[in-house]
């Protein structure tokens, strides 16, 4: 067993190989058509662990983080994650347009 997986058993999840922190973006309307998100993560693997969070700034300015009914991932190549997700109308009004949406990905290569 590598070093790695001795790490990840007994500690859980070992050190991500990417975090693209909080990616700011402009929100969509509800109705909108659907905007692939792009990110580019220079890791040459399609063969990743992903775990996204999405969130916004809540009317006292804290990030509130929730999970969307539907997020969808695709790898046009090894280095780019795209992300794109559907967000609910209590959502959108709870994070709008004054609330700074945003993303995270955390990526792990699988081994």
Request: charged residues 30%; glycine residues 8%.
């Amino acid at each position: 067993m590598t070093e790695r997986a001795e790490r990840g058993r007994e500690k859980g999840l070992p050190k991500p190989d990417w975090d693209s922190g909080d990616v700011i973006f402009s929100p969509l309307q509800p109705g909108d058509p659907w905007e692939w998100r792009t990110l580019r993560h220079n890791l040459n693997s399609t063969d990743l662990l992903v775990n996204a969070k999405f969130g916004g700034e809540n009317s006292q300015g804290a990030v509130e983080w929730f999970v969307p009914e539907q997020t969808l991932f695709r790898f046009p190549d090894a280095d780019t994650v795209m992300v794109r997700w559907t967000m609910q109308q209590d959502e959108f009004e709870r994070f709008g347009l004054v609330a700074r949406p945003r993303v995270c990905l955390t990526i792990w290569r699988w081994r």
